[in-house]
């Protein structure tokens, strides 16, 4: 069974940075063989792509949201099977549930992890 655990989320102010991260279990190899990604979910919208990262048979070539681009970087760190989010200049429009997502054979999501980006 495959398992997400996200950490890092808080109140920050804007301007701040944050960086998320998303523990895996569970699957079978390294965390570079499948494609993984970041979404958030503000109250009352659909949840969207934040960024993504492609598995390593693709080069883990990176993607990124309009919005995010420039300020957010996704990466892994293969030897401890965590995702991160590094989020610099945060706005209070990034203020949201963050989730951690995996594809193997299905989606597979973390419980999420609250921002809000506030003064």
């Known amino acids: 069974q495959v398992q997400l655990v996200e950490s890092g989320g808080g109140l920050v102010q804007p301007g701040e940075s944050l960086t998320l991260s998303c523990a895996v279990s569970g699957i079978s190899g390294s965390i570079r063989n499948y494609r993984m990604g970041w979404y958030r979910q503000a109250g009352g919208k659909q949840r969207e792509l934040v960024a993504g990262i492609a598995p390593i048979q693709s080069d883990d070539s990176t993607y990124y949201g309009n919005s995010v681009k420039g300020r957010f970087t996704i990466s892994r760190d293969v030897a401890k099977n965590t995702l991160y989010l590094q989020m610099t200049t945060l706005k209070p429009d990034d203020t949201a549930v963050y989730f951690c997502?995996?594809?193997?054979?299905?989606?597979?999501w973390g419980q999420g992890t609250q921002v809000t980006v506030s003064s």
């Open positions: 997502n995996l594809f193997n054979m299905r989606d597979w």
